[in-house]
């Protein structure tokens, strides 16, 4: 892994503990603006403003050991990378569901534990299932984030709350926030547009209070709150009930496959040569929020998904150490003992978070999109993400529909961005059967082009939507070995030589089969001195020089021709 020259301390470097705190700092404005989803979440279960409180407390403590989880990366749990989870109006519908099916508080969150076990059985079977779970699934899923944050977003803008008497102070200062946030985001070049949250935030708040329509109630409840305390867990009691476990346990595996995405953009944005996600990683990563989420139903917190916001702020800020995830997560944890701190969420005017969210949401969209478009969709994953999002599209005037007449489909139409997973997924599944495509040619030893040879498997694998990158690779690989069979190592009398190509969503095979004598690779390469004494050792510096075309590359006897197999990972 090489740092990318955009990074100042990498994914190894040890930052100075003052860029680090301020960092730290940072990456804390962005997460704790999220608090606002406590709030929604708070008005839809109709807690008390203690309640409240108390839900943003413990929140703030599990996201804090998720991140010193992922940073510290030890006996199979956490990436080993700075990535934090977030607060996400896609874990409401969950809580929503269980509560309008007469589930109690303490029911409801005691099935966030399955949300945790849910993403714990997705991290041991991820690098089995990495055909359905693929990049461009997970970019759908951080996408329909994304929309879900903006939808709400809308509703917070333009639905101005009970006793807000004036509508259009409301929107105007809904207006004025996102303003703000958009003219510090695109014009502001120094480090306060690192602080365009939090800024952006304060702006609405202290508009609303000179305009005097702060809530005198909210105010009280706000200079009553001590200045350090700590909610007895559980918030709302433990009791298991069977009846919702289908939404939750789809909430956490769609929340495993927003994971995917999130961290395949860490990896990215820490490896100059990035050319795959590293799967192993990644199921550690999410074996650590799959922890975390049962520590939240064991004390009562919101469930979380990876911040894709928060890996776009650490790499603006060419900060993507992981000792990063020490300071933010310790930080995390200390707020969460501050409900003076948590109580500047309950003032905020529902436009200001209304605003917050739209902003949010850009950002989260396309870097959805982006991994969808970061692959080659073939004819299969055309059509899978494509049902995905027309699904998400039209939820809206179905849901009522389907509920209506097949009631039993409310276990997974519960969410929009569930269900349209849930379609992505089933397709891709469905569509692994005849997944394996190969194709076989053979070229006369020592006479073919690289013209020949490279329009043949660009051919083929365009037709299978394999990365242009790989298919490249593997036309070069095919010509050198080709070139030196055909002049050294193949039989005169039967100089055909056998290219096959395979490609399953995940390698890309290029497999050389001849009859003549081995092809063995020497181990290293030969010394300048060598090749001047023996110039002949010009074709072990080639077979060298094959061998290192492919990361996976062997030699074998298959019956009576020999086959060289170069594997190349998409």
């Known amino acids: 892994m090489r740092k990318p020259e955009t990074l100042l301390y990498g994914v190894?470097?040890?930052?100075?503990?003052?860029?680090?705190?301020?960092?730290?700092?940072q990456q804390v404005a962005f997460l704790v603006t999220l608090l606002g989803v406590p709030g929604v979440a708070a008005m839809r279960l109709g807690l008390t403003p203690q309640g409240f409180f108390d839900l943003s407390a413990t929140?703030?403590?599990?996201?804090?050991?998720?991140?010193?989880?992922?940073?510290?990366?030890?006996?199979?749990?956490?990436a080993g990378l700075f990535y934090p989870l977030?607060?996400?109006?896609?874990?409401?519908?969950?809580l929503a569901y269980a509560g309008s099916s007469g589930l109690s508080l303490g029911q409801s969150f005691t099935m966030v534990a399955v949300v945790g076990l849910s993403q714990l059985v997705c991290s041991f079977?991820?690098?089995?299932?990495?055909?359905?779970?693929?990049?461009?699934?997970?970019?759908?899923?951080?996408?329909?984030?994304?929309?879900?944050?903006?939808?709400?977003?809308?509703?917070?803008i333009f639905d101005a709350p009970p006793g807000f008497n004036d509508a259009m102070a409301h929107i105007a200062i809904a207006f004025l926030t996102l303003t703000t946030l958009i003219v510090l985001h695109i014009y502001v070049r120094n480090r306060v547009r690192l602080f365009t949250n939090l800024i952006g935030l304060t702006v609405g708040l202290v508009v609303t209070a000179a305009v005097g329509l702060l809530d005198p109630h909210e105010i009280d409840l706000l200079a009553a709150a001590p200045w350090i305390s700590f909610p007895l867990p559980p918030l709302f009691g433990w009791d298991f009930q069977a009846g919702a476990?289908?939404?939750?346990?789809?909430?956490?595996?769609?929340?495993?496959?927003?994971?995917?995405?999130?961290?395949?953009?860490?990896?990215?944005?820490?490896?100059?040569?990035?050319?795959?996600?590293?799967?192993?990683?990644?199921?550690?990563?999410?074996?650590?929020?799959?922890?975390?989420?049962?520590?939240?139903?064991?004390?009562?917190?919101?469930?979380?998904?990876?911040?894709?916001?928060a890996v776009a702020l650490?790499?603006?800020?060419?900060?993507?150490?992981?000792?990063?995830?020490?300071?933010?997560?310790?930080?995390?944890?200390?707020?969460?003992?501050?409900?003076?701190?948590?109580?500047?969420?309950?003032?905020?005017?529902?436009?200001?978070?209304?605003?917050?969210?739209?902003?949010?949401?850009?950002?989260?969209?396309?870097?959805?999109?982006?991994?969808?478009?970061?692959?080659?969709?073939?004819?299969?994953?055309?059509?899978?993400?494509?049902?995905?999002?027309?699904?998400?599209?039209?939820?809206?005037?179905?849901?009522?529909?389907?509920?209506?007449?097949?009631?039993?489909?409310?276990?997974?139409?519960?969410?929009?961005?569930?269900?349209?997973?849930?379609?992505?997924?089933?397709?891709?599944?469905?569509?692994?059967?005849g997944a394996r495509r190969s194709v076989v040619r053979r070229f006369p030893g020592g006479e073919a082009s690289h013209n020949e040879v490279a329009?043949?498997?660009?051919?083929?694998?365009?037709?299978?939507?394999?990365?242009?990158?790989?298919?490249?690779?593997?036309?070069?690989v095919a010509w050198q070995a080709i070139e030196l069979i055909g002049r050294e190592f193949v039989d005169p009398a039967r100089p055909a030589i056998e290219v096959t190509t395979g490609f399953n969503d995940i390698v890309f095979d290029v497999i050389v089969r001849y009859e003549g004598t081995a092809l063995v690779p020497p181990a290293g390469p030969p010394s300048a001195e060598d090749l001047v004494d023996n110039p002949d050792l010009v074709h072990a510096l080639s077979a060298y020089l094959i061998s290192r075309l492919a990361p996976d590359f062997r030699t074998q006897r298959a019956g009576s021709m020999w086959e060289l197999h170069f594997r190349l990972p998409v």
């Open 455 to 476: 329009d043949f498997i660009e051919a083929e694998a365009g037709r299978w939507g394999a990365p242009v990158d790989v298919v490249q690779r593997g036309a070069h």
């Open 314 to 433: 650490a790499a603006a800020s060419g900060c993507t150490a992981r000792r990063l995830a020490f300071w933010t997560g310790g930080l995390l944890i200390l707020f969460s003992f501050l409900p003076k701190m948590i109580g500047f969420w309950i003032l905020l005017p529902s436009a200001a978070t209304g605003a917050l969210f739209l902003f949010l949401a850009t950002f989260t969209t396309v870097n959805g999109l982006q991994l969808v478009a970061s692959r080659v969709l073939d004819a299969r994953k055309v059509v899978a993400i494509g049902m995905g999002f027309v699904t998400a599209i039209a939820y809206e005037p179905l849901h009522n529909l389907l509920e209506g007449r097949i009631p039993e489909l409310r276990l997974v139409t519960f969410s929009s961005f569930a269900v349209s997973i849930l379609v992505t997924i089933v397709l891709l599944a469905l569509f692994r059967i």
């Open 12 to 25: 190894d470097d040890l930052p100075p503990a003052r860029v680090a705190f301020i960092a730290a700092l």
């Open 125 to 156: 079977v991820l690098v089995r299932l990495r055909g359905i779970i693929t990049v461009e699934a997970a970019g759908l899923a951080v996408f329909l984030i994304g929309v879900g944050l903006g939808q709400q977003g809308l509703v917070l």
């Open 86 to 94: 977030q607060c996400t109006t896609a874990a409401i519908p969950a």
């Open 245 to 309: 476990i289908i939404p939750f346990a789809v909430t956490g595996f769609v929340f495993a496959l927003t994971s995917v995405g999130v961290q395949t953009i860490a990896q990215r944005n820490n490896d100059r040569d990035f050319k795959a996600p590293d799967l192993t990683s990644i199921s550690r990563g999410i074996r650590a929020e799959g922890l975390v989420h049962l520590l939240a139903g064991l004390i009562n917190a919101l469930p979380m998904v990876a911040s894709g916001g």
């Open 59 to 78: 929140t703030l403590f599990c996201a804090g050991i998720a991140l010193i989880l992922q940073g510290y990366a030890r006996f199979g749990v956490g």
